[in-house]
């Protein structure tokens, strides 16, 4: 939990900020010309949920939704690198 108004305001802001770069991001993923773009979207679009679900564990004081975060990113991590390589030797395995 979050005591100053300063701290609580910032984190606000920065949530405020990462929800609002989901919406460019997701436009990149629809309408991106090339694979690789959508690929580097996803990426993005995974990085900033990783980032808001931390900061909720900031305001809500819990260390469950950082757990949560760590599993995210080890998804998105083995997603993007599975994506990489069908893109650059189109297989997977």
């Known amino acids: 939990m979050i005591e100053s108004a300063f701290a609580q305001t910032a984190v606000q802001l920065i ?19 090339r694979l690789s773009d959508r690929l580097a979207a996803v ?21 469950v939704f950082v757990d949560m975060a760590t599993a995210l990113a080890a998804f998105a991590f083995v997603g993007t690198i599975s994506i990489a390589r069908y893109i650059s030797e189109g297989r997977v395995f």
Request: aromatic content about 2%.
């Open 15 to 33: 949530l405020l900020a990462m929800v609002s770069l989901l919406l460019p991001a997701s436009y990149r993923v629809i309408a991106g010309p």
């Open 43 to 63: 990426d993005l679009i995974t990085t900033l949920l990783i980032g808001i679900i931390v900061m909720l564990a900031l305001v809500e004081g819990t260390e």
